[in-house]
């Protein structure tokens, strides 16, 4: 079946700096992908719809300066936290859909991210 | 301010038993459900979907119930085994806002052996 694959799975850092996160589709080719974050025992919140060759869309609130994302190609979005600060720290999930069918978003196994 | 979202709601059932997890939705114009179950560590992994021109739909042990009336949809896990224990999130979407798709607050499920 279709793969998602994130990295790295897991980051610690010092505050202020950035980091970025990469979501690959293995297998499948996907013109759109999805960022979403996670808080301990609470549900996924979706930050931004990432867009082949064109610029990301934002949900509101999610300041677009401090997570830049990039889709540079059909198999690879990248999301980076700029200037990261411990309120960053959270597990960051991405998902793909196949752009050859309308099945459902494929995720990642996620990132965390914990800021010092 | 107020914290919301800190603890998830848990189902405890016993093996073999049958569970039902419940979602209520927010948006009468999402016409596109689904069903993802999360290990911890994990990312969300597709179980079943539904369309809003469906009420029923059933999968490998596992149907879901949508009722547009009152937005409320269901997961029903036949003889729930203890690999079933996970959280589970429904997940509302559809062409109208370009397949995004934002996720309800999720139930924990645990099987007692």
């Known amino acids: 079946g279709a793969v998602v694959s994130q990295h790295p799975s897991w980051v610690i850092c010092k505050s202020g700096t950035s980091v970025k996160i990469e979501c690959r589709s293995l297998d499948f080719q996907a013109t759109t992908m999805f960022w979403y974050r996670q808080f301990p025992k609470q549900s996924l919140m979706l930050m931004a719809t990432s867009n082949e060759g064109s610029k990301a869309t934002y949900e509101q609130g999610v300041e677009k300066d401090k997570f830049l994302i990039n889709h540079a190609s059909l198999t690879l979005s990248t999301l980076t936290v700029t200037s990261a600060h411990p309120e960053d720290s959270s597990f960051y999930i991405c998902?793909?859909?196949?752009?050859?069918?309308?099945?459902?978003?494929?995720f990642g196994d996620g990132t965390r991210l914990s800021i010092l | 301010g107020e914290s919301v979202g800190l603890h998830l709601p848990t189902l405890s059932v016993q093996e073999g038993d049958n569970s039902i997890i419940n979602c209520a939705y927010s948006n009468s114009a999402s016409d596109y459900f689904i069903w993802y179950k999360q290990e911890s560590g994990k990312g969300p992994q597709f179980i079943i979907d539904i369309r809003s021109n469906m009420d029923k739909r059933q999968g490998q042990r596992v149907t879901v119930l949508l009722n547009k009336t009152v937005k409320h949809l269901s997961l029903q896990i036949a003889a729930t085994q203890p690999g079933d224990s996970a959280v589970y999130f429904c997940?509302?979407?559809?062409?109208?806002?370009?397949?995004?798709?934002?996720f309800g607050s999720g139930t924990k499920l645990n099987v007692k052996p």
């Open positions: 998902s793909a859909r196949d752009s050859r069918n309308n099945q459902p978003q494929h």
């Open positions: 997940a509302e979407g559809g062409l109208y806002n370009f397949n995004k798709f934002y």
